[in-house]
C-alpha cells in the first residue's frame, strides 16, 4: 500500500505555529491570515489522522502527537533550508538591501549614512523602511534590523545592543529642579504606545507616586513621529535613547536626569544564517557594531 504524503503546507505551518506556540503569531511570521494557518492544520491533522493542536480560547498547544512530531520537522525543515542556502552565492556583492525599523531609519540610521559610506564606498545601501519583517525568500532583503525578542522561526538572529527609554521634551518645558510630578500635572504627554514606552510612563508615575498615570492626549504608532511631536514642544514624551541622539546633540531635545527604564525588546540582526558569511553583511555588522559603541549604547 502506497504512504501518501501529507500537504507541505500544512508540516510548514504547523512547525512555524508550534514553535510559536499561536496562530496568530505564524500568520504573522508567515504572512498569511490566520484562517490559512487554521486551514492549513486541519488538513494536516485529518490527513494524520489525529489531532496535533489542543485548542482553547485564547491559545493553543501541542497534544502528546504533535509534541511527537515536532522535533522530525524541525530537523527536516532545517536541512532543506541548509541545502538551498549552499547553493545560494551572494547576490549583488556591491549592494546591500536592508530591511529595517522606519522610527530607527529615520532618527539613527540616515544620519549616519555619510559615515557609512566613508567607511563602504564599494557598497551602496538600499534601505526599506518597514516595520513588517522581511520576507527573505523573494530576494528584497539581504539582511533586517529589528526590535524585538530575537524570535524568529527559521532565521538566524543576533543580538547587537539594548536600549532603554528616557523622559525628553524641548529645552525649557521641564525643569529637572523643580518638582517633577507638579510639572506633569500641567503638560501633555504624547504617547509612542510601544509596550517599553508604555511600561516606562507607568513605572515613571509610580515613582512619584501617581496611582493612576495622567492620560495622554496623544498616542502615536511611530517613534520617529512622536520625536518630531516633542521637539515641537508638544509636550514630554518617552522614547528610546537610540532615536535620540542627533535630537539631543543638536539641542532640540533634553533629557530629564533622573529616570531610565531598560527596554525589554533588543536590536537584532535578522537573517537566513548563510546570509551571515556574505562579505557585504559583514561589512554592514561591523560598522553598526562600532556605531552602537561610539552612541554609549548598551552593545552586546
Request: aromatic share 10%; charged share 15%.
Amino acid at each position: 500500500m502506497a504512504y501518501k504524503m501529507p500537504p507541505f503546507k500544512g508540516l510548514w505551518y504547523f512547525r512555524v505555529a508550534a514553535q510559536l506556540g499561536s496562530f496568530k503569531l505564524a500568520a504573522e511570521a508567515l504572512f498569511v491570515t490566520q484562517a490559512a494557518i487554521s486551514q492549513q492544520i486541519r488538513a494536516l491533522e485529518s490527513a494524520l489522522g489525529c489531532e496535533l493542536f489542543d485548542r482553547q480560547v485564547r491559545k493553543v498547544t501541542l497534544t502528546r502527537e504533535g509534541m511527537a512530531l515536532l522535533p522530525h520537522l524541525t530537523q527536516a525543515f532545517t536541512q532543506i533550508e541548509q541545502g538551498i542556502e549552499a547553493l545560494q552565492a551572494e547576490p549583488q556583492p556591491n549592494v546591500l538591501n536592508l530591511s529595517v525599523l522606519s522610527s530607527f531609519a529615520t532618527c539613527w540610521l540616515l544620519p549616519k549614512m555619510p559615515l557609512f559610506n566613508q567607511v563602504n564606498p564599494h557598497l551602496q545601501l538600499r534601505i526599506d523602511p518597514s516595520d513588517a519583517q522581511a520576507d527573505f525568500r523573494n530576494g528584497d532583503a539581504d539582511i533586517g534590523i529589528r526590535f524585538g525578542l530575537g524570535e524568529y522561526p527559521g532565521l538566524k538572529s543576533e543580538l547587537i545592543a539594548e536600549d532603554s527609554v528616557l523622559l525628553v521634551y524641548k529645552p525649557g518645558l521641564i525643569d529637572p529642579d523643580k518638582s517633577l510630578k507638579a510639572q506633569l500635572a500641567s503638560l501633555p504627554f504624547i504617547q509612542d504606545i510601544c509596550p517599553d514606552a508604555q511600561q516606562a510612563w507607568t513605572a515613571l508615575n509610580h515613582n512619584l507616586g501617581n496611582r493612576e498615570p495622567k492620560p495622554s492626549q496623544m498616542g502615536i504608532d511611530n517613534a520617529a513621529l512622536v520625536l518630531q511631536a516633542a521637539v515641537a514642544g508638544q509636550g514630554a514624551a518617552m522614547l528610546r535613547k537610540s532615536l535620540l541622539e542627533q535630537a539631543i546633540s543638536l539641542g532640540q531635545l533634553d533629557v530629564y536626569p533622573h529616570f531610565s527604564w531598560p527596554c525589554r525588546y533588543k536590536y537584532y540582526l535578522v537573517a537566513p544564517a548563510a546570509h551571515f558569511a556574505w562579505p557585504k553583511v559583514q561589512a554592514f555588522r561591523n560598522w553598526l557594531i562600532a556605531q552602537f559603541m561610539k552612541g554609549d549604547s548598551n552593545v552586546t
